[in-house]
Each structure stands twice: as structure tokens, then as C-alpha cells.
């Protein structure tokens, strides 16, 4: 069974890190387009951040960078992102996701009718 697991999400201070995990079975990660995607409510699924199917190049939205890292342990098949100085905005149910033969950018404009999705981790940022 495909499947792939989002976890680390939770609650934090403004200012604060989290660091998520995705752990894929059924299939390897390698040589798949990966990344997260958000969703705060009332707003459309945002890709925060996504790396391309030949692992050469990373996309950072605007809304992560400087302050969000992806990384990926392809022994371990898992998806990570470090979140830092977190803000009330970046709360939203963060979801990873895989797809075959994208580039970082499209990757992180893939529908969700494409490709395999997680469940999602809730993410809340609050004093």
C-alpha cells in the first residue's frame, strides 16, 4: 500500500521551530518530486516548499524562505521540514506529497488529484 505520514505538527510560540516528518512505504521516495503544501482555513493549498524529481533543484514559496528548510533521507524515505521563526500565519494543516516527473516549481503547483498525498499535520502558531 502507498502511503505517506505526516507527523511533528503541534502547537507553538510565535518565534518558535518545528520540525515535520513524512515517512513514504510502498514506494521510494527517490526519483519522485516531493514536497509540503499548507492549508490555513478559508484559503487555497499553498506549496511551501518542493524539491524536483531528479533532486537537483529546491522551490521555496515566498511565505518560507530564510526561514524553512527541506530535506530528505532517502535511506530512511522520509520528507522533512525544519520550520523557524514561526508566525501566527503559518498555521495550517501542512501536508506532504509525491509525484512522478516535475520540477521543483510545478511540483509545488500540484493539484491534489495528482500523485500521493498524506493526511496531514495540524500546525498552529499562538501565543
Known amino acids: 500500500q502507498l502511503q505517506l505520514v505526516e507527523s511533528g505538527g503541534g502547537l507553538v510560540q510565535p518565534g518558535g521551530s518545528l520540525r515535520l516528518s513524512c515517512a513514504a512505504s510502498?514506494?521510494?521516495?527517490?526519483?519522485?518530486?516531493i514536497g509540503w503544501f499548507r492549508q490555513a482555513p478559508g484559503k487555497e493549498r499553498e506549496g511551501v516548499s518542493c524539491?524536483?524529481?531528479?533532486?537537483?533543484?529546491?522551490y521555496y514559496a515566498d511565505s518560507g524562505k530564510g526561514r524553512f528548510t527541506l530535506s530528505r533521507d532517502y535511506d530512511k524515505n522520509t520528507l522533512y521540514l525544519q520550520m523557524n521563526s514561526l508566525q501566527p500565519e503559518d498555521t495550517a494543516v501542512y501536508y506532504c506529497?509525491?509525484?512522478?516527473?516535475?520540477?521543483?516549481?510545478?511540483?509545488?503547483?500540484?493539484?491534489?488529484?495528482?500523485?500521493?498525498w498524506g493526511q496531514g499535520t495540524q500546525v498552529t502558531v499562538s501565543s
Open positions: 510502498g514506494f521510494a521516495l527517490r526519483g519522485y518530486a
Open positions: 506529497a509525491a509525484r512522478r516527473f516535475a520540477t521543483a516549481p510545478n511540483m509545488c503547483r500540484t493539484s491534489p488529484t495528482l500523485g500521493y
Open positions: 524539491i524536483s524529481s531528479t533532486s537537483d533543484n529546491t
